[in-house]
């Protein structure tokens, strides 16, 4: 049975080799600017947590998240990231996971959580559904990149 | 000349003012569940920050934000709502205080800012375009209220 925990600094490194992994895996590595010492400094400062998913002493996956804000229902925890390596996927580790970021939600008094998914990512959309969320299409996203 | 400046808790009625004004104008009343004193708290807390719009002694618009984090680029200014009262558009405050955000994120180190559109809202989108940002449509949002 995997177990799941709050990450520590000690963690970063396999956080930010997760998320590697995905960009890498989506083509996307040149897009990976932040650095391993943007990591740890960022999460000393509070600006991000973690929970690990952990088996056989080795971190298989992870959520991402962060506190915010919804000016019409209050604080919120907001989901960035959400990686079950390749190789381990299909056992219930996602599940796992979400009901960790959950937990750390309600930890948090926060009064909902939120996070967004590609509109042709199914099986990620039908996850969702089973646990019960709230899916909007309605919004589209604005960003600048400095 | 409209005056913008950072928010201060004496500030907080005047933005929770705004906040229930569009709410009030799109029919959502009852979605604001949200209280002046969760405003207080949270404020407190530091979990969001605000630029207040001033002219006249009135509060004229706001835009509340929240430090954030992109697993890809790093620290990430969001912009959660941004309202200017329905009797005092079309004078140019929004672009003071997108500009005032904007300057936010860059005294915070961010190495982007991101905030949502509703894809009907073709005056926000042309704004947004105007400021050169990128519009992605290509994300859903995901949320469960507790």
Same mark, same amino acid.
């Given at each position: 049975?995997?177990?799941?925990?709050?990450?520590?600094?000690?963690?970063?490194?396999?956080?930010?080799?997760?998320?590697?992994?995905?960009?890498?895996?989506?083509?996307?590595?040149?897009?990976?600017? /932040?650095?391993?010492?943007?990591?740890?400094?960022?999460?000393?400062?509070?600006?991000?947590?973690?929970?690990?998913?952990?088996?056989? !002493?080795?971190?298989?996956?992870?959520?991402?998240?962060?506190?915010?804000?919804?000016?019409?229902?209050?604080?919120?925890?907001?989901?960035?990231?959400f990686?079950v390596?390749?190789?381990?996927r299909r056992?219930?580790?996602g599940?796992?996971?979400?009901?960790?970021?959950?937990?750390? /939600?309600?930890?948090? !008094?926060? /009064?909902?959580?939120?996070?967004?998914v590609l509109?042709w990512n199914e099986s990620a959309v039908k996850f969702y559904e089973k !646990?019960? /969320?709230?899916?909007?299409?309605?919004?589209?996203?604005?960003?600048?990149?400095?």
């Amino acid at each position: 049975m995997a177990n799941t925990r709050k990450a520590t600094k000690k963690d970063l490194p396999a956080i930010y080799g997760l998320v590697r992994e995905l960009a890498i895996f989506e083509k996307a590595e040149e897009q990976l600017t /932040a650095t391993l010492a943007d990591y740890k400094r960022d999460f000393a400062a509070g600006v991000f947590e973690a929970v690990v998913l952990e088996e056989e !002493n080795e971190i298989r996956g992870m959520v991402l998240y962060y506190l915010t804000y919804s000016t019409w229902r209050g604080k919120m925890l907001y989901l960035e990231d959400f990686v079950v390596a390749e190789q381990h996927r299909r056992r219930g580790y996602g599940q796992q996971l979400f009901d960790a970021f959950i937990a750390a /939600a309600h930890e948090k !008094n926060c /009064a909902m959580v939120k996070w967004q998914v590609l509109d042709w990512n199914e099986s990620a959309v039908k996850f969702y559904e089973k !646990n019960k /969320a709230t899916i909007e299409k309605q919004w589209w996203n604005g960003k600048i990149i400095f």
